[in-house]
Nanobody
Framework: QVQLAESGGGLVQAGGSLRLSCAASGLTFSSAAMGWFRQVPGAEREFVSAFSQRGSSTYYADSVEGRFTISREYAKNTVYLQMNSLKPEDTAVYYC????????????????WGQGTQVTVSS
């Protein structure tokens, strides 16, 4: 049974930072592409960032590039999203995702979803 468990969300003021974690189980972590999406009410779920299955490439949405950093800790089967210089428009539910390649995750082709963690940025 594949499970993705997100944590680290919360309330932060504009300009602050948060670090999200996603612990994966039930899959071969070293051969899976991992990433993050976010969603707000009334909008479709949007791609945020991804790490390729071979660890050779990272991908970012242009709205977060330069502020967010994705990383992967293979020994703990965990992917992280470090979020700096947060803005109110970053407020959303953030979802961890697993797929076959980083390119497919960028396209929204996802094999497994986490349950989501709320990030709220106050103005």
């Amino acid at each position: 049974q594949v499970q993705l468990a997100e944590s680290g969300g919360g309330l932060v003021q504009a300009g602050g930072s948060l670090r999200l974690s996603c612990a994966a189980s039930g899959l071969t972590f070293s051969s899976a592409a991992m990433g993050w999406f976010r969603q707000v009410p009334g909008a479709e779920r949007e791609f945020v960032s991804a790490f390729s299955q071979r660890g050779s490439s990272t991908y970012y949405a242009d709205s977060v590039e330069g502020r967010f950093t994705i990383s992967r800790e293979y020994a703990k089967n965990t992917v992280y999203l470090q979020m700096n210089s947060l803005k109110p428009e970053d407020t959303a539910v953030y979802y961890c995702a697993a797929g076959s390649t980083g390119i497919r995750l960028r396209l929204g082709i996802v094999n497994y979803w986490g349950q989501g963690t709320q990030v709220t940025v106050s103005s």
